[in-house]
């Protein structure tokens, strides 16, 4: 679910005098970072199990003890794959990116 932040951008820290002295600052390093403001792909938080299923979480009936008792569910927790990074459809901007969007 998140994405990794320390490979797209890093925060420059600055001194600054003034709040329009710190804006100029930061559009400026956004501007001048080579690394892109764009989010392509994320973690995913799914998994596969071992027969290629892709589930956040999987479960297993278990049959009951005793005869007259309920089965119970018992959470799978061993033997899944982490679903790895996922694409997605359009880029997305990045959570760190310092400009303010307004629609006017």
């Known amino acids: 679910m998140g994405s990794n932040s320390s490979k797209y951008t890093k925060k420059a820290g600055s ?4 709040s329009e002295e710190c804006a100029e600052d930061q559009s400026a390093s956004v501007v ?5 403001v764009f989010v392509l792909s994320r973690k995913g938080s799914m998994y596969i199990d071992e027969d290629g299923d892709l589930a956040h979480e999987f479960y297993v009936e278990v049959p009951p003890s005793k005869k007259g008792c309920k089965a ?3 959470r799978i927790l061993h033997n899944l794959i982490p ?10 901007l990045h959570v760190d990116f310092p ?5 006017v």
């Open 72 to 74: 119970t569910m018992k």
């Open 83 to 92: 679903q790895g990074e996922v694409a997605y459809k359009f880029p997305r």
């Open 15 to 18: 001194s600054c005098n003034s």
């Open 32 to 36: 001048s970072s080579p690394s892109s």
């Open 99 to 103: 400009i303010i969007l307004h629609h």
